[in-house]
């Protein structure tokens, strides 16, 4: 009786720990599978990372793993919301906040850490996640309830502060969207209070930004003035991309507020916003890109895996099969076993071609890919340069100096009634208009070329090289049965003659340039050639430089031909062949008043 009852206890130790094993083993592995989505997410490789995630979370069991049950769903969360699934975002933070709440005894217990799963820090964050997925939503209510549960906290840790920061920025926001401005203002100086307090200065800029957006929309225009330039200055010297985010908002609104005091300086403000936003799809598109070719590379590594697994599969069953022939007969054995030895060895180097022939494939496959995705990318990126550039000049053109020269129209008027004894103001207002009149003149004609659109191609080409020509650099420009053509066409071809021609004044040294252009067969062919220094198209910088990838992509998506023929010290000839779109006939006619 002892001696069973000795060995039942032994078992029952023994199968415990085995278990305990087991279980630390498993807990171990999830948790790799974790930080490995982790990562992914931190590199911005956002669906990869959502695919990983959403495999382990199916794997975890909220009673046994909380703590990773907890980060996992969080983790999803976080992916949604940068991909802009709001409501998917929400489920899994409540998803979150669920296993939270059923954690939140332990927040009663003494010295409980900050990192506790049960933490108060972990909450507000959370608590302002929701909040702010309900708010870009529309759905303030609930937002507000959130931030507001924040702000009743009475934690003084760092972080916690932060999020109370955040909360009073985002009821402010929501307030300011409501028209309910003393409340939006108050909150707005908390905001700033808390991060001047702790010293940072990027998320103060943001709060002071969204005061001077109060104040804008409250139609004092010198105060925004001032909190704009004021937050600027404090992340002037800041290039992180949060920073540089901030900028380009900031930039965009002091520019709109000085348009509104009739203060030009708003051009120039307007025109750093734009140009951080470009950087900023630039860095967005190089994203996307990556993660279209890191995908690729994993779909190609999970097939090789199950082709050598399968190869595995195939040895196994091939060493099986010859094991039970040699027990048969060893007579037979001999022949047989040299029969399957060759034919093992043919099906190995069958399967390797095979192999090798279908990495090739999906290898071409991955690149023209990447190409033709970084083709549209770029040309979408171009075509919405060009729309946006003819919009501004039309608007300088058709508005803003027909403005001016009413203004100037009324002032002579005005000059004549007072019999000769102008006062000098007028004279000297008159002046001030004829010279904004120049530059708005000019800076449309910079935007888009009023030649081009009046006159066509072959002027507007004739009379940007008549400007560049000079006693060390000629152009000759000729051109043959040259028509007019659709103005979205034209202005394509005249912006990658102007790149080239920049390339030439930047590049070649050169001393003679022509530029050829030709109608023939519904097809549009241009030679630029020069005598410069020329360059060598085998090298790196081809590729990377003097914006000739961008000149190639625009011609793909003509569905025309680049050729580029150069050699150093000699010159350089690009050859482009493009089918014409011709001037659309059916223009309607508008009324003059």
Partial sequence: MNKTFFLIVITSIISNFTFSAYSQEKNEKLFNEYKKAEELFKKKKYSISLEKSLDLFSKITPSDQPNLYFKTSFLIGDVFREINDHNKAIL????????????????????????NLASRNNLNKLLLRIGSEFHIIKQKDSAIKYYKEILASNSFNQQDITAKASSYTNLSNIYREDSIYDLAKEYSFEAVKIYKKANKKV??????????????????????????????????????SRATRYKEFLYFNLAYTLYLQKDYRAYDYQEKSY?????????????????????????????????????????????????????????????VSGVIIYNFKLRQKNLHLKLSESKLIQQQSIEKLKSEAQIKILNATIDGKETERKLIAE???????????SANMHLTATKKQFNGDTPQEIDKTQAIIS?????????????????????????AIKDVTKKYSNSELK???????????????????????????????????AQHAEIKLKEEEDQLTVLVKDDGVGFSTSSSSFSDGIGLNQIEARIQMMNGKLNIDSQKNIGTSIYISVPILKEQKDVKLTSVS
């Fill in 203 to 240: 998320l103060e800029a943001a709060a002071l930004g969204n005061l001077a957006s109060i104040y804008l929309e409250q139609k004092d225009y010198e105060k925004a003035k001032k909190i704009y330039l004021e937050s600027l200055d404090l992340i002037k010297m800041d290039s992180s």
């Fill in 435 to 459: 010279e904004a009149s120049q530059k708005v003149r000019d800076l449309s004609h910079n935007l888009v070329s009023s030649i081009l659109l009046k006159f066509g191609l072959e002027y």
């Fill in 275 to 335: 140009n951080i936003k470009d950087d900023l799809k630039d860095v967005e598109i190089r994203r996307i890109v990556d993660e279209i070719y890191t995908r690729h590379e994993l779909n190609l590594e999970k097939e090789k895996t199950a082709l050598v697994e399968e190869q595995r599969k195939l040895e196994e069953a091939q060493e099986a099969k010859t094991s039970l022939l040699f027990g048969a007969l060893s007579f037979l054995v001999l022949i």
């Fill in 92 to 115: 899994y933070y409540k998803k979150t906040l669920s296993i939270y709440n059923s954690l939140r005894p332990f927040n009663d217990k003494e010295n409980l850490s900050n990192n």
């Fill in 395 to 405: 608007i300088l053109h058709d508005n803003v100096s027909a403005l001016l020269s």
């Fill in 475 to 509: 152009f000759d420009v000729s051109a043959q049965n040259i028509n007019r053509y659709n103005q979205e066409f034209e202005i394509k071809i005249f912006n990658v003659i102007q790149e080239l021609i920049n390339n030439i004044l930047k590049h070649s040294k």
